[in-house]
Nanobody
């Protein structure tokens, strides 16, 4: 059974950092692209970042460019989202998503088949 489980969320102050982790079970990362999405209360879900199955192609939403970094670790079967210089606007539930794809595909839309349950990130002083 394919499963994605996010962890690493929490309550932090503005300017601090968090690293989200997406643990993958039921399949290996090799042929899957991954995306991180977030949804704030009362707002639509938005894409944050994506990484291709090869790891060579990454993309970021303008709002997080330069602050967030996506990475994948095939040995641990995990995908990460390093979030630095967090701001109150980053408060949301963060979701990991996976889609079987070619080596260079990195989708910034909702076209992912597998989704995790999400982890809450709250940035507040």
């Amino acid at each position: 059974q394919l499963q994605l489980v996010e962890s690493g969320g929490g309550l932090v102050q503005p300017g601090e950092s968090l690293r989200l982790s997406c643990a993958v079970s039921g399949f290996t990362l090799d042929y899957y692209a991954f995306g991180w999405f977030r949804q704030a209360p009362g707002k639509e879900r938005q894409v944050v970042s994506c990484i291709s199955s090869s790891g060579d192609n990454t993309k970021y939403a303008d709002s997080v460019k330069g602050r967030f970094a996506i990475a994948r670790d095939h040995s641990k079967n995990r995908v990460y989202l390093q979030m630095n210089s967090l701001q109150s606007e980053d408060t949301a539930v963060y979701y990991c998503a996976a889609e079987i794809a070619g080596p260079d595909w990195c989708g910034m839309g909702d076209d992912y088949e597998y989704w995790g349950q999400g982890t809450q990130v709250t940035v507040s002083s």
